[in-house]
Protein backbone atom coordinates (compact mmCIF):
# COMPACT_ATOMS: atom_id res chain seq x y z
CA UNK A 1 0.00 0.00 0.00
CA UNK A 2 2.74 2.32 -1.11
CA UNK A 3 2.86 6.39 -0.79
CA UNK A 4 4.01 8.65 -3.55
CA UNK A 5 5.48 11.51 -1.17
CA UNK A 6 6.92 13.90 -3.66
CA UNK A 7 7.24 17.38 -5.01
CA UNK A 8 6.40 19.25 -2.01
CA UNK A 9 7.44 22.26 -1.18
CA UNK A 10 9.28 21.48 1.57
CA UNK A 11 9.59 18.09 3.51
CA UNK A 12 8.09 14.65 2.61
CA UNK A 13 7.39 13.49 5.94
CA UNK A 14 7.75 15.20 9.09
CA UNK A 15 7.60 13.57 12.54
CA UNK A 16 8.04 16.26 15.31
CA UNK A 17 7.77 16.31 19.23
CA UNK A 18 5.93 13.32 20.50
CA UNK A 19 4.92 11.71 17.23
CA UNK A 20 6.57 8.05 18.45
CA UNK A 21 6.34 4.76 17.98
CA UNK A 22 5.44 5.23 13.96
CA UNK A 23 6.71 2.87 11.16
CA UNK A 24 7.74 4.25 7.99
CA UNK A 25 7.41 1.05 5.32
CA UNK A 26 7.49 0.90 1.24
CA UNK A 27 6.78 4.71 0.30
CA UNK A 28 8.67 6.50 -2.18
CA UNK A 29 9.63 9.68 -1.02
CA UNK A 30 11.54 12.36 -3.93
CA UNK A 31 10.87 9.95 -6.70
CA UNK A 32 8.12 9.54 -9.59
CA UNK A 33 5.44 6.37 -9.49
CA UNK A 34 8.07 4.35 -11.31
CA UNK A 35 10.78 4.63 -8.88
CA UNK A 36 13.16 6.07 -11.89
CA UNK A 37 13.04 9.54 -11.98
CA UNK A 38 13.29 12.18 -9.38
CA UNK A 39 10.15 14.01 -7.80
CA UNK A 40 11.85 16.10 -5.48
CA UNK A 41 10.73 17.46 -1.89
CA UNK A 42 11.70 21.14 -1.71
CA UNK A 43 13.64 20.21 1.72
CA UNK A 44 14.28 16.55 3.10
CA UNK A 45 12.55 13.11 2.52
CA UNK A 46 12.04 12.48 6.25
CA UNK A 47 12.49 14.62 9.00
CA UNK A 48 12.56 13.07 12.71
CA UNK A 49 12.60 16.20 15.15
CA UNK A 50 12.39 15.00 18.51
CA UNK A 51 10.29 11.82 18.89
CA UNK A 52 11.25 8.31 19.89
CA UNK A 53 10.95 4.70 18.66
CA UNK A 54 10.52 5.66 15.28
CA UNK A 55 11.35 2.89 12.51
CA UNK A 56 12.11 3.58 8.57
CA UNK A 57 11.99 0.17 6.72
CA UNK A 58 11.82 -2.90 8.27
CA UNK A 59 14.81 -4.93 6.59
CA UNK A 60 12.53 -6.52 4.03
CA UNK A 61 11.78 -5.91 0.22
CA UNK A 62 8.28 -5.08 1.21
CA UNK A 63 8.80 -2.64 3.76
CA UNK A 64 11.78 -0.80 1.68
CA UNK A 65 11.69 2.81 1.21
CA UNK A 66 12.54 4.24 -1.66
CA UNK A 67 14.27 8.12 -0.22
CA UNK A 68 15.67 9.90 -3.47
CA UNK A 69 16.14 12.79 -5.32
CA UNK A 70 15.19 14.98 -2.50
CA UNK A 71 16.95 19.12 -1.97
CA UNK A 72 18.04 18.48 1.24
CA UNK A 73 18.56 15.28 3.08
CA UNK A 74 17.71 11.98 2.64
CA UNK A 75 16.62 11.35 6.64
CA UNK A 76 17.29 14.28 8.38
CA UNK A 77 17.43 13.19 12.52
CA UNK A 78 17.43 16.17 14.74
CA UNK A 79 16.11 17.79 18.13
CA UNK A 80 17.19 15.19 20.24
CA UNK A 81 15.29 12.33 18.24
CA UNK A 82 15.57 8.90 20.29
CA UNK A 83 15.96 5.46 19.37
CA UNK A 84 14.96 5.37 15.34
CA UNK A 85 15.45 2.33 13.10
CA UNK A 86 16.55 3.08 9.85
CA UNK A 87 16.78 -0.47 8.12
CA UNK A 88 16.28 -1.76 4.43
CA UNK A 89 15.80 1.30 2.60
CA UNK A 90 17.15 2.69 -0.56
CA UNK A 91 18.91 6.05 0.26
CA UNK A 92 20.00 7.46 -3.03
CA UNK A 93 19.54 5.34 -5.90
CA UNK A 94 16.44 4.34 -7.85
CA UNK A 95 13.91 1.63 -7.30
CA UNK A 96 16.68 -1.05 -8.94
CA UNK A 97 19.49 0.00 -6.38
CA UNK A 98 21.61 0.49 -9.40
CA UNK A 99 20.98 4.58 -10.88
CA UNK A 100 21.66 7.43 -9.27
CA UNK A 101 19.22 10.01 -7.51
CA UNK A 102 21.12 11.29 -4.99
CA UNK A 103 19.81 13.84 -2.56
CA UNK A 104 21.09 16.81 -2.63
CA UNK A 105 23.08 16.63 0.94
CA UNK A 106 23.61 13.92 2.75
CA UNK A 107 22.00 10.64 2.52
CA UNK A 108 21.77 10.39 6.59
CA UNK A 109 22.05 13.24 8.62
CA UNK A 110 22.37 12.80 12.97
CA UNK A 111 22.15 16.39 15.01
CA UNK A 112 20.91 18.44 17.21
CA UNK A 113 21.41 15.54 20.63
CA UNK A 114 19.90 12.60 18.69
CA UNK A 115 20.85 9.73 20.36
CA UNK A 116 20.65 6.01 19.99
CA UNK A 117 19.81 5.97 16.06
CA UNK A 118 20.61 2.36 14.04
CA UNK A 119 21.50 2.93 10.63
CA UNK A 120 21.55 -0.50 9.60
CA UNK A 121 21.49 -4.02 11.34
CA UNK A 122 20.80 -4.03 15.12
CA UNK A 123 22.45 -7.34 15.48
CA UNK A 124 19.79 -8.96 17.84
CA UNK A 125 20.19 -11.92 15.27
CA UNK A 126 16.80 -11.55 13.64
CA UNK A 127 17.15 -10.82 9.87
CA UNK A 128 20.01 -9.19 10.60
CA UNK A 129 21.83 -9.57 6.71
CA UNK A 130 18.58 -7.62 5.28
CA UNK A 131 18.25 -4.77 7.66
CA UNK A 132 21.33 -2.79 5.84
CA UNK A 133 20.80 -0.09 3.49
CA UNK A 134 21.88 1.31 0.31
CA UNK A 135 23.04 4.70 0.74
CA UNK A 136 24.78 6.16 -2.41
CA UNK A 137 25.10 9.23 -4.19
CA UNK A 138 23.94 11.64 -2.28
CA UNK A 139 25.49 15.27 -2.62
CA UNK A 140 25.94 14.41 -6.48
CA UNK A 141 24.41 17.73 -6.47
CA UNK A 142 27.03 19.30 -5.08
CA UNK A 143 24.69 20.83 -1.85
CA UNK A 144 26.24 23.88 -0.26
CA UNK A 145 25.59 23.09 3.38
CA UNK A 146 29.34 23.07 5.14
CA UNK A 147 29.59 19.47 6.26
CA UNK A 148 26.54 17.90 4.37
CA UNK A 149 27.98 15.98 1.48
CA UNK A 150 28.29 12.75 3.06
CA UNK A 151 25.96 9.72 2.97
CA UNK A 152 26.17 9.61 6.26
CA UNK A 153 27.01 12.34 8.77
CA UNK A 154 26.87 12.48 12.34
CA UNK A 155 27.48 15.75 13.68
CA UNK A 156 27.58 17.97 16.57
CA UNK A 157 27.59 17.46 20.45
CA UNK A 158 25.47 15.52 22.20
CA UNK A 159 24.66 12.96 18.56
CA UNK A 160 26.07 10.12 20.72
CA UNK A 161 25.71 6.53 20.80
CA UNK A 162 24.62 6.10 17.34
CA UNK A 163 25.52 2.91 15.24
CA UNK A 164 26.28 2.72 11.88
CA UNK A 165 26.69 -1.54 10.45
CA UNK A 166 25.44 -3.63 7.83
CA UNK A 167 24.79 -0.97 5.14
CA UNK A 168 26.13 -1.02 1.12
CA UNK A 169 27.91 2.99 1.06
CA UNK A 170 28.89 4.10 -2.57
CA UNK A 171 28.08 1.33 -4.10
CA UNK A 172 25.02 -0.21 -6.19
CA UNK A 173 22.68 -2.57 -4.50
CA UNK A 174 24.90 -5.55 -5.17
CA UNK A 175 28.15 -3.87 -3.26
CA UNK A 176 30.31 -4.95 -6.55
CA UNK A 177 30.20 -1.78 -8.49
CA UNK A 178 30.96 1.83 -8.30
CA UNK A 179 27.32 4.30 -9.37
CA UNK A 180 28.30 7.38 -11.23
CA UNK A 181 29.02 10.77 -9.90
CA UNK A 182 29.01 9.74 -6.17
CA UNK A 183 32.53 11.18 -5.48
CA UNK A 184 31.37 12.05 -1.74
CA UNK A 185 32.29 11.07 2.01
CA UNK A 186 30.96 7.52 2.78
CA UNK A 187 30.53 7.84 6.18
CA UNK A 188 31.62 11.42 8.39
CA UNK A 189 31.49 12.07 11.95
CA UNK A 190 32.90 15.20 13.48
CA UNK A 191 31.84 17.90 16.27
CA UNK A 192 32.10 16.18 19.53
CA UNK A 193 30.23 13.44 18.88
CA UNK A 194 30.86 10.23 21.51
CA UNK A 195 30.30 6.47 21.75
CA UNK A 196 29.40 5.90 18.16
Known amino acids: QRNIISGNGKDGLYLYQTSSNNTILNNYIGVDITGTTALS ?3 SGIVI ?3 Q ?3 IGNGTEEGRNIISGNLHRGIYITGGARHTKIQG ?6 VTGTVNIGNTYAGVEIL ?3 KHTIIGTDSDGINDENEGNLISCNDFRGGAVTG ?3 NVLIRDNGAD ?3 VAGNLIGTDKTGMALLPNCGVRGI ?7 NR
Open 53 to 55: NNQ
Open 148 to 150: ANS
Open 89 to 94: NYIGTD
Open 161 to 163: SNY
Open 49 to 51: NMP
Open 41 to 43: NGY
Open 188 to 194: QVLGGTA
Open 112 to 114: GGS
